[in-house]
């Protein structure tokens, strides 16, 4: 249910009892506090290379140190490129020389996002060495700022039958941070596959009639969530719905099914849903369809696909000085190097994976839910 129809019910109900009145205004109070206007600022991650798919492809390293220490001092460098725009656009000192958010930035978010196989080592990681990495990846997310949101896409994953699944994690900063792991729902014939396509994961095959679920259970007992839905919070107390497709995933509209299940559940029908929805697209190269479209602005992490040339999103200012640069590339992998470009800035000689470049778009406000039936603009 939508939080107009609520608002309506409310003041319906005050008329015949002042307790209910007084339930209403702090019904009301927390609504306005959830609606408030959110803002992004988004950093997009691309090789611009569709035969550059992480490391899955022999890419080879000029360093030495194993796959795990470099993917890992990989996604540490993104989460301080991260960092140092958000601190540079919406942060101050305190006394204490510690980063806090300005006055009026507590609803602004810095959002870093990949696309598509980006994290892709050699073979697919086990089971063990994928949980390992989650644990890597939540120490190191306690460095970020609130209101700071990654975007890691994607991972490739064996389960205990032998299956590739392809695993993305949405991570939060804050006190403390979050982390939101799913897999990819349905699997492409030119996904990475390792020379072993007929394990690919795929909960429903293409044409299938089958309804979908957010979570299944494998023959061999592990547990896959698919559910790329749910609502985050900022610092100020604002929510949003936050909906990730991965690749094929958005063209068969697994989000915008994941959305009109909940709007239409019988089980939570006082479910509270905000009224700012954010559409992410992941991929190696797919066109965003119209019929999919849940809300008024999508923003696509693709190879060949740009935010500014293809969807004309207006570039952000580059806010990243030599000194915040030097912060960012850590000292064990000295070579890498951080360029200015026209939409952001390139990097040389990363820890893992191909040279990238990183667009940096304009703040922007969140997104709002298309009227039924209305078109994509």
């Known amino acids: 249910m939508h939080i107009d129809e609520l608002i309506e019910t409310y003041l319906y109900l005050t008329k015949s009892s002042p307790s209910i009145q007084k339930l209403s205004d702090r019904k009301q109070k927390a609504l306005t506090t959830i609606n408030q206007d959110i803002f992004f600022r988004d950093i997009i991650v691309s090789t611009k290379d569709m035969n550059s798919l992480g490391e899955s492809k022999n890419q080879t390293s000029q360093y030495l140190q194993p796959t795990k220490d470099r993917l890992n001092g990989h996604i540490s460098s993104l989460f ?6 958000h601190r540079a656009n919406y942060c101050e000192k305190d006394f204490g020389g510690n980063f806090r958010l300005k006055p009026g930035k507590e609803n602004h978010i810095t959002r870093l996002a990949m696309s598509e196989f980006s994290l892709y080592i050699s073979k697919p990681l086990s089971l063990m060495e994928y949980t390992a990495l989650n644990n890597d990846i939540l120490a190191m997310a306690a460095t970020l700022e609130p209101n700071v949101h990654i975007l890691l896409s994607s991972f490739s994953v064996t389960d205990k039958q032998g299956q590739i699944v392809n695993m993305s994690i949405y991570v939060e ?14 699997a492409s014939i030119v996904d990475v596959d390792y ?7 795929t909960q429903q095959k293409i044409g299938s009639t089958t309804s979908k679920v957010d979570a299944i259970t494998t023959d061999s007992g592990d547990n896959i969530y698919t559910g790329s839905v749910f609502e985050v919070q900022t610092v100020g107390g604002a929510v949003y719905t936050q909906t990730i497709d991965v690749c094929l995933d958005h063209v068969l509209g697994h989000s915008k099914d994941q959305i009109n299940r909940r709007i239409s559940s019988t089980v939570a029908p006082d479910e509270i849903i905000p009224k ?20 008024d602005k999508v923003l ?3 190879p060949i696909r740009s935010m500014h040339y293809n969807y004309n999103a207006t570039l952000g200012g580059k806010t990243l000085n030599e000194d915040a640069k030097k912060r960012i590339v850590s000292s064990d992998f000295p070579q890498m190097s951080i360029m200015d470009n026209d939409s952001g800035y390139k990097v040389l000689n990363p820890p893992f994976g191909a040279d990238y470049y990183i667009e940096v778009l304009a703040e922007r406000p ?3 839910y298309l009227p039924l039936h209305s078109k994509w603009r």
């Open 80 to 85: 301080n490129v991260a960092n140092e725009d």
């Open 173 to 186: 900063g804050g006190e403390p941070p979050k982390m939101h792991s799913f897999s990819k729902n349905t």
């Open 195 to 201: 020379g072993n396509k007929s394990q690919l994961f």
């Open 276 to 295: 700012q929805i954010e559409q992410c697209v992941t991929s190696a190269w797919v066109d965003l369809s119209v019929n999919s479209m849940i809300g």
């Open 300 to 302: 696509h992490a693709d």
């Open 366 to 368: 969140a997104g709002k």
